[in-house]
């Protein structure tokens, strides 16, 4: 009941703030939609970088996971040198535990590279967006001012009133760039809806995958023996 609700709220402040931008100039319209995706792009940011954080936790463990293997390695040798058969088969099997968590932390690890690359590419894809809007919005608003100065020098050198006839060479111009404002606001506002989407499956998407389950016991004590061999041959 919860998440509809929260639902709806978010519909109606989307509707609501849309009849507001409505009531908006074209320019100020515009320049919302800009400052939508620059908060956009900070928040692909802060996601890339938690994920930074934690895929060097992880590059952390697995450095530890390195030397407890070296070290089980080592007891195994030494446990087998003294026929204490007990002892170097405990030892393997921690070994062996080891180097399954350490494979698991790997495909994390490299799963977490693939979004953080995906992150960064989507939040340079967003601002070099923000900036060719920012370069059309300053274009328009100057074609605007130029047009207005253009009616207003027309109004004066002709002493027409407010209400009189206007050029019909500047009310085109005009009318020209207004409506290209109200193309380019369709656009942002599509593409603020696609980002916000996209976001969100995103966001969904992050999750580590838990641990798998320990190896059969068939497996592992086939696995003991295999390294209970090479110690063997290694030893002579």
């Known amino acids: 009941m919860a998440g509809i609700l929260e639902r709806l709220g978010r519909i109606w402040r989307q509707r609501w703030g849309r009849k507001a931008r409505q009531a908006q100039s074209p320019l100020q319209v515009l320049q919302h939609h800009l400052d939508e995706m620059a908060r956009s792009a900070d928040a692909l940011k802060q996601s890339s970088l938690k994920l930074g954080q934690m895929q060097g936790e992880l590059r952390r463990r ?98 027409l009133s407010e209400g009189s006839l206007m050029l019909e060479e500047v009310k085109e111009a005009l009318a020209q760039a207004e409506q290209e404002i109200q193309a380019m606001q369709a656009r942002v506002e599509a593409t603020r809806e696609l980002e916000q989407e996209r976001r969100r499956q995103a966001l969904a998407n992050i999750e580590l995958e838990p641990a798998a389950g320990q190896s059969s016991q068939a497996e592992e004590q086939s696995a003991v023996s295999r390294e209970l061999e090479r110690i063997k041959r290694e030893l002579g």
Request: no cysteine; proline share 0%.
């Open 62 to 159: 697995l450095h530890q996971l390195d030397r407890l293997i070296q070290r089980y390695d080592e007891q195994a040798r030494k446990a087998y040198k003294l026929k204490q058969l007990d002892l170097a088969e405990l030892a393997i099997r921690e070994k062996l535990k080891n180097q399954a968590e350490q494979r698991h932390l790997q495909d994390d690890i490299d799963e977490l590279g693939v979004q953080i690359t995906s992150l960064e590419a989507r939040k340079e894809g967003l601002i070099n967006r923000m900036e060719i809007y920012q370069t059309k919005r300053e274009e328009l608003e100057l074609r605007l001012s130029a047009s207005r100065a253009q009616l207003r020098a027309g109004e004066v050198s002709l002493g």
